[in-house]
């Protein structure tokens, strides 16, 4: 056991390290999946509510998106809750183990702080065996926890072999993720490295599964996110996929030991990637920085809003019967004007799609900011680079954010939503773009507050939610009409269903010029760092 | 003509005065060294000298010319090396050197100097910043800056987490810098390394600067003392050894 030894007092630490972040994902991920069951019984009062959804969910769009439909002649509120929901909170689980197992090995060993712990008298492995120990209780907490939660809430369908079955198949793949990232720790030598490589092979489970699922074949299976489905939840309640998935996190937990046993402290057993020994051409100007930092932010955005116009646009063709038989989302949808319900679901979906379009166009605007309280401005003024022009790249690049983001938003949304026949591009583009000046002017705070008041610039973070939060639920109270005009995106006149209307948007693109310029000059006088 | 010529010059962060009425100058071919316990106002004065921070009162010219006013033109005819370097995690340093070099729009690089450059200061440019120690941070910015063609050599102490191989280096490289008739402004903290390079001392205390001169003045001032125990009399001001 020497190569465990202080495993007792390096648990303890590994709670003392953990018990904000770990408490925060706890009370997160469970609290959320009782929340959000707990709204099923108003969503679905009556099994004729239940059925028009499950036959929404029977579509390939929705089968792609979240699992096979199972339990259409014995429907139950449970049922319906643990089809919809069981995916996207296992997705949360796991990538909740990554960072998790990722902090407490490669990270450490990166910067330093797993070697000051090797030099006390700990185990060769005793940092490995506590972090998958410490997953494992991680996950076992937080399936308890779901599945007595569960079995409180009054839901028509809930058993306790069906509580369990859906926490414990949320549960043993989060710890089966914990051992993979544990794995990839040993494999490569960067955090980066670790982090990527399992995103990416949850990336690959969710496809795999995705196809699976519409051909109806094995491939489903194979992925652990489509086996730990297999459980049916509150119908079946079968517990096999679940031994299965214990099964395979062991044997790549001991796989990782094995590996780790063997190898340098610091080292991977993948060499590291060779990086450039010179700049490209690109790379040596103020644009080419700008972009070379931003780039990240703009591909991950670019495809993650894409991803939420084609969801959303996935069901519109079955929006129609869906919404007539739900009161609460009538009322969300209804509020704009008397149109038909699929257009004010168009609306519904650009308006929030565009809201958190605003979120990549703030933070590149914003990045300069963040280089100057990372220390590493002063050593580019220092050289023959003008402030303004640095400033000035930033905002070039989340201008052009603001289209690419209306962009992908709207194309994802009429690639998903093509096939009904309910949507043009055209019309659609246009809807989309009209959102333009908004972006602008949250880019332009964000450019005036960095140039002016670089103390305050989380404000811009409270117009943001300000305006989210008018947009989801502004629309379940009768507000006056000022209290949606505050947000630059109560401005935005909602087409297809409000004539279009310019004045607005003028109004709002020459404010923008107004306040960026601002931010701009103020940029160029004052103090860095 | 003076390199830079800073003359009564103010900074106040609110209603801290950090900087309370500094003067100092060099000239062509001098190594000017620039010594103060921490927090006594040198980063300042240097950022002021860089533009990066405006000054509340108080002249600074480069080259005859205003800081502030002309800094991107005066720029090209600086080096700098911070005193705590940070470089983009996700960049090579090979990367961030010729990006630094390149801003400094000072024309073609020396290519033979610059390789030569990185092979004594033995710095694997093809890694990740993110990967190297603090030493090896501070390399990336001291090759940049020594390899390039500047007038004016800011080093904010360059040389704390170098070894004394890499510091011999260093200093080989300021004295050839210094017979090019190049100026260069050195704060540091190591005494040896000022005793053997300086021309030229500038002592801040508080905001204030309370000796200067060259470095036989200081070495009379001193009497009988080693040049470390006068510094220290000074750093601790008032308050006497």
Known sequence: MRSIYGFGRYFRFLLRRERAMSAVWIVCVAGSALLFAGMYPGLFPDKESMLTMATTMNTPAMVALMGP??????????????????????????????????????????????????????GRLTGAVTTLFGAFALNAVISIITALGFMMLHIEGVTAAGAFSYSLSMGVQGFLFAALTLLAAQLFSTSRGVTGSVFALLGLFYTMRMSGDMAGNALSIISPLGLGLRVYAFYEDNFVPILILLLEAVVTGTAALLICAGRDLGEGILPARKGREHASRFLRGELGLAWRLSRGTIFAWGLGLFALGASYGSVLGQIDAFVNDNEMIQKILNTVGSY??????????????????????????????????????????????????????????????????????????????????????????????????????????????????????ALVWVVFSYSFLMMYFGRLFDLPEWVHKLSPFGNVPQLPVQEFRLEPLIVMAALSLILGAIGVVRYGRRDIG | MTTFEIT????????????????????????????????????????????????????????????????????????????????????????????????????????????????????????????????????????????????LFVLDEPTSGLDPLMEKVFQDRIGELKKEGRTVLLSSHIMSEVEKLADTVSIIREGKIVAGGSMSQIAEKAGGKTLEEFFLSEYEGGRGI
Request: glycine letters at 8%.
């Open chain 2, 8 to 151: 009564n010059l103010v900074k106040n962060f609110g209603k801290f005065t950090a900087l309370d009425g500094v003067n100092m100058s060099a000239k062509p071919g001098e190594v000017h060294a620039f010594l103060g316990p921490n927090g006594s106002g040198k980063t300042t004065t240097i950022r002021c000298l860089l533009a990066i921070l405006k000054a509340t009162s108080g002249t600074v010219t480069l080259f005859g010319q205003d800081a502030w006013k002309n800094a991107v033109e005066l720029h090209k005819k600086i080096a700098f090396v911070p005193g705590d370097v940070n470089l983009w995690p996700n960049l090579t340093g090979g990367e961030v050197i010729d990006l630094f070099l390149s801003m400094r729009r000072a024309g073609q690089t020396d290519k033979v100097r610059l390789e030569r450059l990185k092979e004594q200061f033995e710095l694997d440019p093809g890694k990740k910043c993110r990967t190297y120690s603090k030493g090896n941070r501070q390399k990336v910015a001291l090759i940049a800056a020594l390899a390039s063609d500047a007038e």
């Open chain 1, 69 to 122: 439909v199972y339990g259409l002649e014995s429907m139950t509120t449970a049922v319906i809750m643990a089809q919809e929901c069981l995916i996207w909170f296992v997705m949360a689980v796991a990538i909740m183990n990554i960072f998790f197992v990722n902090r407490h090995t490669r990270v450490d060993e990166e910067l330093g702080r797993h070697e000051m712990l090797r030099a006390l008298p700990v």
């Open chain 1, 340 to 457: 038909d319900i699929t257009n004010n679901y168009i609306v519904l979906i650009l308006a929030i799609g565009a809201i958190l379009s605003s979120v990549p166009v703030m933070l590149l605007a914003g990045r300069i900011h963040a280089e100057e309280k990372h220390g590493r401005l002063e050593q580019l003024f220092a050289k023959a680079v003008p402030r303004m022009k640095m400033f000035l790249a930033y905002i070039t690049l989340a201008l052009l954010e603001s289209f690419l983001s209306l962009f992908l938003l709207t194309l994802g949304l009429f690639t998903a939503a093509w096939s009904t026949g309910a949507v043009e591009l055209g019309p659609l583009l246009k809807a989309g773009f009209a959102y333009l000046p908004a972006l602008w002017v949250m880019l332009s705070l964000s450019v005036l507050l960095v140039g002016a008041f670089p103390r305050l610039t």
